[in-house]
Structure formats: structure tokens, C-alpha cells
């Protein structure tokens, strides 16, 4: 079976305060993916990132980094220097090969200006 | 990048009342759609999932009768929410999968809020 935990519900930031969200996965796929969508106000899902089980660099997008270990089944995802524009629900996921995406129950993020 | 497009975006309905909602890959052929609901404050949680031209695979939990899911063409997915109740008021938020370069690829509707009166 496949799950996604992330065990922070919610987090309070002062903005330009780095932070990071955790997210730990179980699966049993030799082959699979991680996502993390942010979710504003508006509802619509935003794509963030995609990383396959083979890929474990660290990546870096502007503020963003995420940190890929599968030794601990986490793929934690940081924000630098946060912004009120930030502020959302961030949603890990996982994905077999051909198979439908499970989501994390959510990490809802608030930046404080 | 792919888009896909749901229809209404918002839809209010009396109980008892049936209500379609559209799901449509505007750019690409989507070999697969799933049906996502989201209450408030919750995560995605998956209904089901449809390939073209045969019946959806659902969730444990989810009733076949009350959401009815068609898959008409490549492009186009449907879920019907018979005889709606409050109990069905949710964000409900589609995706096609697009298998491209040996990768499947799920692009995620923008989601219609359902309130059912």
C-alpha cells in the first residue's frame, strides 16, 4: 500500500523566515514518484515539483529546495526566505508507474508579514 | 505546458438533484482521468479512476450509483452526482494522465465547488 504523511498540519512563519515542510512516504513500487502541489485560497493545485525514485539530488528552483533521501523515505521541501505570498496548503504526493497519485493530508502554511 | 479544464466551476443545487460535472484535456489525449473530492481543510482524496470506453475503477468507500463516471472520448470525462444531498458538497478536481516519452504525466483540473442545498 501506499501512504504520505506529512506530520505538520500547520505552520506559522514571520515572513523572510526559511521553513521547511516534511513529508515521508511509504511504498512498496521499486519505481515511483513524489510531487508537492501547492494549493492557494483559490483551490486551483499548483505543480511544484516531480522527482522519479532514481533521482536523489537535491534540487533548487529560485526559493525553493527539496531533499530527497530515500534511506528515510522523505522528500522535505524548503522555502527561503518566505513570503506572505507563500502562504497555502502544500500537498506531498506519490505515484507508482501507472498509477493514480495519493496526496499527504497537507501542510498549511501561513506567513506572517 | 497541458491543460485541462472543468466545467461549471462552481454549482449550486437543490437536494435531491442531479449534477454533471465536465472534465476536458483542451491540448492533449489523456489516456487515463481520475476524480478527486476534497472536503474542507482535507486532503485529495481519489474517487476513481477512468480509462476511454470502459467502466471506472473506484475506491473503496465510493458509490458506483451515486457518482457516475463516464469516460466518452480522450478528452472528455464526466462525473454525475445523483440525487445530490448536502453530504456531497465538496471541491471536486479531475486529472488526465498523458503518457509521453514513457512517462505518464497527470495534469490537474482547476476543481468545481458543489453545494448542494
Known amino acids: 500500500a501506499q501512504k504520505v504523511t506529512q506530520a505538520q498540519t500547520e505552520i506559522s512563519v514571520v515572513e523572510k523566515e526559511d521553513v521547511t515542510l516534511d513529508c515521508v512516504y511509504e511504498?512498496?513500487?521499486?519505481?515511483?514518484?513524489l510531487f508537492w502541489y501547492k494549493q492557494p485560497p483559490s483551490g486551483e493545485l499548483v505543480f511544484l515539483i516531480r522527482r522519479n525514485s532514481f533521482d536523489e539530488q537535491n534540487e533548487i528552483s529560485g526559493r525553493y529546495s527539496w531533499n530527497f533521501q530515500k534511506s528515510t523515505s522523505s522528500f522535505n521541501f524548503t522555502i527561503t526566505a518566505s513570503q506572505v505570498v507563500d502562504s497555502a496548503v502544500y500537498f506531498c504526493?506519490?505515484?507508482?508507474?501507472?498509477?493514480?497519485?495519493?496526496f499527504g493530508p497537507g501542510t498549511s502554511l501561513s506567513v506572517i508579514p | 505546458g497541458a491543460v485541462v479544464s472543468q466545467h461549471p466551476s462552481r454549482v449550486i443545487c437543490k437536494s435531491g438533484t442531479s449534477v454533471k460535472i465536465e472534465c476536458r484535456s483542451l491540448?492533449?489525449?489523456?489516456?487515463?482521468m481520475f476524480w478527486y473530492r476534497q472536503f474542507p481543510k482535507k486532503s485529495l482524496m481519489l474517487m476513481a479512476t477512468?480509462?476511454?470506453?470502459?467502466?471506472?475503477?473506484?475506491e473503496q468507500g465510493v458509490e458506483k450509483d451515486k457518482f457516475l463516471i463516464n469516460h466518452a472520448s480522450l478528452t472528455l470525462s464526466t462525473l454525475t452526482v445523483t440525487s445530490a444531498h448536502p453530504e456531497d458538497s465538496s471541491f471536486y478536481i479531475c486529472?488526465?494522465?498523458?503518457?509521453?516519452?514513457?512517462?505518464?504525466?497527470?495534469?490537474f483540473g482547476p476543481g468545481t465547488r458543489l453545494t448542494v442545498l
Open positions: 504526493a506519490l505515484s507508482g508507474y501507472y498509477d493514480k497519485v495519493i
Open positions: 477512468s480509462n476511454e470506453g470502459s467502466k471506472a475503477t473506484y
Open positions: 511504498t512498496r513500487d521499486t519505481t515511483y514518484y
Open positions: 486529472s488526465a494522465s498523458w503518457r509521453r516519452e514513457g512517462l505518464n504525466t497527470q495534469y
Open positions: 491540448d492533449f489525449q489523456a489516456t487515463t
